[in-house]
């Protein structure tokens, strides 16, 4: 679990900006007590319940798309309560951290491990199924392979989908 709002927390950004990794924490905190409660299966399914239904369907009302995700999941409703705790909070920034040790201060999400080698990407503006989805799996391992890659950019097309 890697998150925005611990790495920007101390960084002056934009007040939209400050704004948006400000309320990133609670669906954050939420994925943390998941991941922690049943596991990186349950984080599998929950994530992506939450990025339709931010993303998509562009709704920002946390306080209803958490626990309408947490459902979707087949994870208690009550998981939701994580989002106004910090409790959780020493286990984000310790994966966080870890993830800037294995990736370095250029960290962003999507943060991958292929063959015990991290980086920040591959950034998709929609999820690859069957064989396409193979096909950027081999890409990410043939770069992973290659000591000298560092990074790779272009701009973006289109919007999100993670239909």
Not at 12 to 22: A, I, S, T
Not at 92 to 119: C, H, I, K, N, Y
Request: glycine letters at 8%.
């Amino acid at each position: 679990m890697m998150s925005l709002a611990v790495i920007n927390e101390h960084r002056d950004l934009e007040p939209w900006h400050r704004e948006f990794n400000d309320r990133a924490w609670g669906p954050a905190r939420v994925c943390v007590a998941a991941a922690a409660q049943h596991g990186p299966a349950a984080l599998a399914r929950l994530y992506p319940a939450l990025g339709r239904r931010i993303h998509d369907d562009g709704d920002k009302d946390f306080d209803t798309v958490v626990p309408q995700a947490l459902a979707e999941a087949g994870l208690p409703v009550d998981l939701a309560d994580a989002a106004h705790r910090s409790d959780v909070d020493p286990q984000m920034r310790a994966s966080t951290a870890r993830a800037q040790q294995l990736v370095g201060e250029d960290l962003g999400t999507p943060t991958v491990v292929v063959d015990d080698v991290a980086f920040f990407g591959p950034v998709l503006t929609s999820i690859p199924r069957g064989e396409e989805a193979l096909r950027v799996f081999d890409g990410a391992r043939l770069l992973a392979g290659c000591r000298s890659f560092s990074e790779l950019k272009r701009a973006r097309s289109g919007g999100l989908t993670f239909a």
